[in-house]
């Protein structure tokens, strides 16, 4: 074996490629053949999109997990542990796993060169493909056409609400970040649309590959139920299938329900091989988790964590935040990528935000605490803010004046809310209220 830990293995493919990012299948279809896993043996579910996607994933993996069965889940990127890409029945791989398939990828490959996402998505696979599974789970890295994931033809793909990021990579308008999503489609084979407001190139590219097409809105929809007994329940229907009594999904933010729409869409087109009934779908919905996404975590002072990194995430990230009106303060920590459309993102969560604590991540993509204020500047001019340098040192000083009923938000990117989750935190915050 070439390395005998996970760190050596992941430390060696960052420098494999001579690029990050190399969108294209032709490498992995290489590599692919040579493993012998063109295909794998259970249904498959590719889920691409802007936003919704990991919420998609978790629901749909929590859902065939409460009806009994040996599900395959595949998500970039990870907070705390690589291993939380690849998951089986719920749980994280072990290392040995992940150094295994990577090194039968490495013998398969020959000459190739693989980006890191390419390897990490190859062993993903191969994993995959070594186990007896039911269901298999790909969440697409970035686009859907070109992406590593997409050597695997979906019996069923998800497409969740689409917006902007990865300009330099997808484009700068919807129109041509769907089409490039719209790649993970497939002929003769069903395809679910959770965004009800998409965007033409969806249905256009479904009719150019023979794809059909199934839009939230229109060929399913759900509806919020009122009534004795029926608090926080709501109705999924499509043509004459409804059904009844569902609980909100264990996710905050009321676009949940919009995301479980769609999902439930999705597993009516593999009933046939995989059943679900009624309590399968509830317990799923009514357990389901994603750190991450509006993570509060409850002190003093409430600490919530939200991978937020696009304009359409800050808007969703405002919503819940107004959703839950408090009388205090609300104190945004946050830190992006460079490549982000960060103006838009301030922009979407400045009627929310009172004090901003700008800062960075070690990482080259990343934006400087100075370049961020420069930008908040421009779009909120008066905005009130300090700049920290690292996440956890604002944390740390805000420690020292928020007062009861404030809250204290974290955004801006994976790295940013990892941060938190790998420092000295407890639940919450601490308030300097009756502190001598």
């Known amino acids: 074996m070439r390395f005998q830990t996970l760190d ?12 990050e990012i190399d969108l294209g299948l032709d490498r992995v279809r290489t590599v692919l053949c040579e493993l012998g ?3 794998l043996n259970c249904p498959v579910i590719s889920v691409a999109g802007t936003n919704g996607k990991g919420s998609s994933v978790a629901m749909l993996e929590a859902i065939y997990l409460a009806a009994g069965y040996r599900v395959g889940a595949y998500t ?6 690589y291993n939380e890409r690849v998951c089986l029945n719920g749980e994280p791989v072990a290392d040995l796993l992940l150094c295994d398939a990577f090194e039968r990828i490495d013998q398969a490959r020959g000459d190739t060169s ?15 493909a070594q186990t007896n599974l039911d269901v298999v789970i790909m969440e697409v890295g970035l686009g859907g056409r070109l992406d590593a994931t997409n050597v695997l033809d979906a019996d069923v793909a998800l497409i969740t609400p689409v917006d902007l990021d990865h300009a330099d990579w997808l484009g700068n308008d919807r129109e041509v970040i769907g089409r490039e999503k719209a790649g993970i489609m497939r002929a003769g084979r069903p395809a679910v649309c959770g965004d009800i407001n998409p965007p033409a190139s969806l249905q256009q590219t479904a009719d150019e590959l023979g794809a059909q097409l199934f839009q939230s809105g229109r060929d399913f ?7 004795i007994g029926q608090v926080g329940q709501w109705r999924w229907s499509s043509g004459g299938r409804v059904r009844d009594a569902l609980p909100d999904p264990a996710l905050r933010g009321s676009f949940q329900k919009a995301n479980a729409a769609a999902v439930l869409m999705v597993a ?13 779908i509830r317990e799923g919905l009514a357990n389901v988790s994603v750190p991450g996404r509006f993570q509060v975590l409850f002190g003093e002072v409430p600490l919530i964590l939200d991978v937020a990194h696009n304009p359409q995430a800050a808007r969703a990230l405002a919503a819940n935040l107004s959703a839950w009106p408090m009388p205090g303060r609300v104190y945004a920590v946050t830190a992006m990528m460079a490549d982000k459309e960060i103006g838009e993102i301030m922009a979407a969560m400045a009627g929310v ?5 700008l800062t960075s991540v070690d990482l080259a993509r990343a934006a400087t605490a100075e370049q961020l204020a420069g930008i908040l500047d421009e779009v909120v001019p008066g905005a009130e803010y300090e700049l920290c340098a690292s996440v956890n ?14 809250r204290v938000v974290v955004f801006g990117s994976f790295y940013t809310v990892a941060e938190v989750m790998q420092g000295d935190y407890n639940a919450g915050l601490s308030s300097s209220h009756n502190k001598g």
Not at 76 to 81: G, N, V
């Open 114 to 128: 693989l980006t890191y996402f390419e390897f990490g998505t190859l062993a993903a696979i191969e994993i995959f």
């Open 268 to 280: 009516e087109f593999l009933l046939e091989r995989l059943p679900l009934s009624q309590s399968h």
């Open 76 to 81: 970039s990127p990870h907070l705390l542990s």
């Open 37 to 39: 896993h063109q295909q």
């Open 393 to 406: 040192e604002a944390l740390r000083a805000l420690q020292a004046i928020v007062q009861p009923n404030d």
């Open 353 to 357: 935000v009172d004090g901003w604590r």
């Open 221 to 227: 929809c759900f509806l919020d139920q009122t009534g």
């Open 8 to 19: 050596e293995w992941l430390s060696w493919q960052e420098g494999l490629h001579p690029s």
